[in-house]
C-alpha cells in the first residue's frame, strides 16, 4: 500500500502560482510513476503532469510551459509548481501514484483561481 496527502491548494488571482506536494509513504519501494491530475466540477478526471522514475516528464497541452512537476526523492515527495494561473485551471488536483498494476490516489487538494 502507498498512501498520498497532498497540499498546497489554496485561492489565488489569476496570473498567481501555487506550489503543490504530495508526501509518500508506505510501499513506495518501486513506484514507476508519480502523476498529478485534476478534476474541474462537471468535467472527467485529467492527467496534469506525469513524472516516472527512469526520469521521463510529459504535460498536459494545456499546461505546458506554466506548470512543472518534480521530485524530491529524498523526501518522497512530488511536486507541481503551477504558474500562470487562470480560471480554467481550478479544480481539485490529485495526486497518483502507480506501481506495477496498482493505481494509487491522494484525498486531493482545491485549487481556484479567481478574482
Known amino acids: 500500500q502507498v498512501q498520498l496527502v497532498e497540499s498546497g491548494g489554496g485561492l489565488v488571482q489569476p496570473g498567481g502560482s501555487l506550489r503543490l506536494s504530495c508526501a509518500a509513504s508506505?510501499?513506495?519501494?518501486?513506484?514507476?510513476?508519480m502523476n498529478w491530475y485534476r478534476q474541474a466540477p462537471g468535467k472527467q478526471r485529467e492527467l496534469v503532469a506525469a513524472?516516472?522514475?527512469?526520469?521521463?516528464?510529459n504535460y498536459a497541452d494545456s499546461v505546458k510551459g506554466r506548470f512543472s512537476i518534480s521530485r524530491d526523492n529524498a523526501k518522497n515527495t512530488v511536486y507541481l509548481q503551477m504558474n500562470s494561473l487562470n480560471p480554467e485551471d481550478t479544480a481539485v488536483y490529485y495526486c497518483?501514484?502507480?506501481?506495477?498494476?496498482?493505481?494509487?490516489w491522494g484525498q486531493g487538494t482545491q485549487v481556484t483561481v479567481s478574482s
Open positions: 513524472s516516472t522514475s527512469g526520469g521521463s516528464i
Open positions: 508506505g510501499s513506495i519501494f518501486r513506484i514507476n510513476s
Open positions: 497518483n501514484a502507480v506501481k506495477g498494476l496498482d493505481s494509487y
